[in-house]
T-cell receptor
Framework: EDQVTQSPEALRLQEGESSSLNCSYTVSGLRGLFWYRQDPGKGPEFLFTLYSAGEEKEKERLKATLTKKESFLHITAPKPEDSATYLC?????????FGAGTRLTVKP | GAVVSQHPSWVICKSGTSVKIECRSLDFQATTMFWYRQFPKQSLMLMATSNEGSKATYEQGVEKDKFLINHASLTLSTLTVTSAHPEDSSFYICSLRQGNSYNEQFFGPGTRLTVL
């Protein structure tokens, strides 16, 4: 059965303290791995799509990487406005399966 | 990215009434539309998938007679919660995708439904 597991469940950082969020997956026939950001009471906002192992993408302070078993979302020198829930999702077949998310809090 | 709107953004209704939620794509034609439900501090749970002009495909455990989905056009989908009960209170989010499943989905802002 396809599974997506995100860790940690919650992460508290000081402003400027870099860290990484993990997304482990077991799917057959991965079509794509997606990262989204979700603020409270809002819909997910698209960040990245990764399609193959070794691929990397960057956007401002965020960098996403992909291996055959997991993806990392690296946050460099985070700011309080980076506080949100980060969702990982995998596409295998027609369905997108989401992880439970990592709630990131960045303290000033 | 694509712009997706939902209406209303929140609704409060009495138990037993029906509520309709609209999802619109403002700047592209969506081949496929999805409806998700999200409970507090939980991830998104897919309810159903629909393609324009076709009947929606519902996930296991989702009652199709209770959650009516109409994919009226390439830019509009509606979710009607019929005979709503307090346990239907949740955050409902639509998403749209253009083309095949290698493409990303774009999400609406969500609708908070509270059933009294």
């Amino acid at each position: 059965e396809d599974q997506v597991t995100q860790s940690p469940e919650a992460l508290r950082l000081q402003e400027g303290e870099s860290s990484s969020l993990n997304c482990s997956y077991t799917v057959s026939g991965l079509r794509g791995l997606f990262w989204y950001r979700q603020d409270p009471g809002k819909g997910p906002e698209f960040l990245f799509t990764l399609y193959s192992a070794g691929e990397e993408k960057e956007k401002e302070r965020l960098k996403a990487t992909l291996t055959k078993k997991e993806s990392f979302l690296h946050i460099t020198a985070p700011k309080p406005e980076d506080s949100a829930t980060y969702l990982c999702a995998v596409q295998a077949g027609d369905d997108m399966r989401f992880g439970a998310g990592t709630r990131l809090t960045v303290k000033p | 990215g694509a712009v997706v709107s939902q209406h209303p953004s929140w609704v409060i209704c009495k138990s037993g009434t029906s509520v309709k939620i609209e999802c619109r794509s403002l700047d592209f034609q969506a081949t496929t539309m999805f409806w998700y439900r999200q409970f507090p501090k939980q991830s998104l749970m897919l309810m159903a998938t629909s393609n324009e002009g076709s009947k929606a495909t519902y996930e296991q455990g989702v009652e199709k007679d209770k959650f009516l989905i109409n994919h009226a056009s390439l830019t509009l989908s509606t979710l009607t919660v019929t005979s709503a009960h307090p346990e239907d209170s949740s955050f409902y989010i639509c998403s749209l995708r253009q083309g095949n499943s290698y493409n990303e989905q774009f999400f609406g802002p969500g609708t908070r439904l509270t059933v009294l």
